[in-house]
């Protein structure tokens, strides 16, 4: 009987391991509960743990997909989720959601009635976790004068809107250009002015306004004093007009330009050349040209133009003159030239360098007169002589110059 009764123990303990036993196996094989179905987050949330996915707590599970850089926790969007739970990979999703509204800032806006604006030009700072687009809720019309209320909307990824209100004051172009430098300028009759040196304009709204100068009352060829118009229109129609008077005088060594002298050289220079002179032979006509200026002690020598202005226009000079002129038509002959001046000693002196392609050579269109000597493409050794025996007519300082043949 004891036996007996043991044995019917051992069979219910049996079954009751095998139901066990059967029971875990088909919570594992059958079951499909070991994860969320899904887990929600806000955008800008930390990254959840793999543990968030669980129905209750495992000893062993491991994550095997997702929650990894490829998922950009400031957006709206789903991402799977695989964990395996004993051996078994389960799969979830995890959604990226944004159900905040943005929090807005904005400014009020002043502009001309030509301009346009855009809403994101309203916009001081938005404050969301997911990109945002800004709209008018109503477009305005800013061609129209006056204080204009507007309301921006601003939505995000997960659809939230916020609208905000500012203003827009359009104001009309009222203002006119404003014109400076403009001066009264005095130049030699036969040369050219520029009209616009040292003049500019500026606006309250246009950045590129544009000066119309009307000079049609002047002859820069006729001695006279002439009116000269400047004006400005911005595009509004707003418009500045500047007077000023342009003084044409009779050429003189004092008002001498270089425009001017290199004009008169221009002109000596198309009588003595022609096109098929040698360098050599260019040089040598400009040397004759210059040597019969008829020769006139104390000229000043306050500039080379000036010197070189007595000798084109009035055609005497000193020894200054004679070196000037030279100069500036051996320059317009294109002709590489250098000037040269004697140690300053009881007398002055200045003449020329000339290089034809074959080194520094001295030119002096001076010198010589009384005598009958010229100096024309002289070496140093030749020069020198000359110098020696002649109270040291041309002694220089050699530090000053280059090396001349």
Do not use: C
């Given at each position: 009987?004891?036996?007996?009764?043991?044995?019917?123990?051992?069979?219910?303990?049996?079954?009751?391991?095998?139901?066990?036993?059967?029971?875990?196996?088909?919570?594992?094989?059958?079951?499909?509960?070991?994860?969320?179905?899904?887990?929600?987050?806000?955008?800008?949330?930390?990254?959840?743990?793999?543990?968030?996915?669980?129905?209750?707590?495992?000893?062993?599970?491991?994550?095997?997909?997702?929650?990894?850089?490829?998922?950009?926790?400031?957006?709206?969007?789903?991402?799977?989720?695989?964990?395996?739970?004993?051996?078994?990979?389960?799969?979830?999703?995890?959604?990226?959601?944004?159900?905040?509204?943005?929090?807005?800032?904005?400014?009020?806006?002043?502009?001309?009635?030509?301009?346009?604006?855009?809403?994101?030009?309203?916009?001081?700072?938005?404050?969301?976790?997911?990109?945002?687009?800004?709209v008018f809720a109503e477009m305005p019309d800013f061609t129209v004068a006056g204080v204009h209320k507007v309301t921006l909307e601003v939505t995000d990824l997960g659809g939230n809107t916020t609208g905000v209100d500012t203003e827009v004051t359009v104001v009309k172009d009222t203002e006119p250009p404003v014109i400076t430098g403009v001066t009264e300028q005095t130049i030699p009759a036969g040369t050219s002015v520029s009209y616009k040196r040292g003049v500019t304009v500026t606006d309250n709204h246009d950045e590129d306004v544009q000066i119309v100068i009307d000079n049609s009352e002047v002859n820069l060829d006729e001695v006279g004093d002439y009116t000269v118009r400047y004006l400005a229109t911005d595009k509004a129609g707003n418009t500045t007009e500047v007077i000023t008077v342009l003084h044409v005088e009779p050429p003189s060594a004092e008002n001498a330009t270089e425009e001017l002298v290199n004009k008169m050289a221009d002109e000596v220079l198309a009588e003595i050349l022609t096109e098929d002179m040698t360098e050599y032979e260019k040089a040598e006509a400009i040397f004759w040209w210059v040597h019969d200026i008829h020769y006139k002690n104390g000229t000043p020598k306050t500039n080379w133009v000036q010197g070189a202005y007595h000798g084109l226009a009035e055609y005497s000079g000193d020894c200054f003159v004679y070196a000037m002129t030279a100069k500036c038509l051996l320059t317009r002959a294109g002709i590489k030239n250098m000037d040269i001046e004697k140690i300053p000693a009881y007398t002055s002196h200045y003449w020329n360098l000339i290089d034809l392609g074959e080194g520094w050579y001295h030119y002096d269109c001076c010198n010589g007169r009384m005598e009958g000597t010229y100096i024309f493409y002289w070496t140093d050794e030749q020069l020198m002589e000359y110098s020696e025996n002649h109270n040291d007519s041309h002694n220089y300082d050699r530090e000053k110059y280059p090396d001349i043949q």
């Open positions: 009987m004891g036996r007996k009764k043991a044995k019917v123990t051992v069979i219910t303990m049996l079954i009751f391991v095998l139901i066990v036993i059967f029971i875990v196996v088909a919570n594992f094989l059958f079951v499909k509960d070991k994860l969320k179905e899904a887990l929600t987050v806000e955008a800008g949330s930390e990254m959840p743990e793999a543990s968030d996915f669980l129905l209750q707590e495992y000893k062993r599970y491991e994550l095997t997909e997702g929650l990894d850089d490829s998922i950009n926790m400031h957006t709206v969007a789903d991402y799977p989720v695989t964990i395996n739970v004993y051996g078994k990979e389960w799969s979830s999703v995890l959604h990226v959601v944004d159900t905040v509204a943005p929090r807005v800032e904005v400014r009020t806006a002043e502009i001309f009635d030509d301009e346009t604006l855009e809403p994101e030009d309203l916009i001081v700072a938005v404050e969301d976790e997911t990109p945002t687009q800004v």
